[in-house]
């Protein structure tokens, strides 16, 4: 199993400020992903971050609204860039393999005031 | 894409009492997991089960790939198994999990 640091745990951030989450896995992983999680809603995935090239980005999520780095096998960050009280949610790290079992981040809880 | 439904969404039950989640996929699946989210919004795996029946404790899960659907049990629920349950499921190898809505179980003492 891999073991993932995500932090902060939480955040209250003012409108139009950005927040970088930073994402530390324990053991290199090929595939990393970013989840977002809207109060009392699923989960829905905001894209998969690939070393050493852009993010690939789900339908309705947009590299200039959720830049995302990773810079090598182990770490990635996901920016929320200026935030609106609509971008309050749980965003979560991932990582895993479609054939081997899925391990997140304990989340990012934030909310945009 | 692939579709992936939970039922119930809600669930209230007394403590000690047994329940069955079920979740539903609309495609052949490589993996499917099953999450408890706790009050602090952490996930934390229960089983992955593209497959067959694994036990673990007072929890245990079947898969029907076949059939494609994936059930989820609790024994002897305990007031500390209140929270959102979470079944998530891949279609290839890519890694994408695609999640359920989510059943809220409430445990009553």
């Known amino acids: 199993s891999a073991v993932i640091s995500q932090k902060p745990s939480r955040d209250i951030c003012q409108r139009g400020t950005s927040l970088t989450i930073q994402c530390q896995v324990d053991?290199?992983?090929?595939?990393m992903f970013w989840y977002r999680q809207q109060p009392g809603q699923s989960l829905t995935l905001i894209a998969t971050?690939?070393?050493?090239?852009?993010?690939?980005?789900e339908s309705g999520f947009v590299i200039d609204k959720f830049p995302i780095s990773r810079p090598n096998l182990t770490f990635s960050t996901l920016t929320v860039s200026n935030m609106s009280p609509e971008d309050s949610s749980i965003y979560l790290c991932?990582?895993?393999?479609?054939?081997?079992?899925?391990?997140f981040g304990q989340g990012t809880r934030l909310t945009v005031v | 894409g692939i579709q992936v439904e939970q039922s119930p969404p809600d669930l209230i039950l007394q403590e000690g009492a047994n329940s069955t989640l079920r979740c539903n996929f609309s495609?052949?699946?490589?993996?499917l997991q099953w999450f408890h989210q706790n009050p602090w919004g952490q996930l934390i795996n229960l089983f992955y089960?593209?497959?067959g029946t694994k036990q673990n404790g007072r929890l245990s899960a079947t898969t029907v790939a076949t059939e494609r659907y994936s059930l989820l049990y609790i024994s002897s629920s305990q007031t500390t198994d209140s929270g959102v349950y979470f079944c998530?499921?891949?279609?290839?190898?890519?890694?994408?999990?695609?999640f359920g809505q989510g059943t809220t179980l409430q445990v009553k003492p």
């Open positions: 089960i593209p497959s």
């Open positions: 991932s990582v895993g393999m479609g054939t081997t079992e899925a391990f």
């Open positions: 998530a499921a891949t279609l290839s190898n890519t890694g994408k999990l695609i």
């Open positions: 495609d052949s699946v490589n993996n």
């Open positions: 971050a690939n070393q050493g090239s852009e993010a690939t980005y």
């Open positions: 053991s290199q992983v090929t595939m």
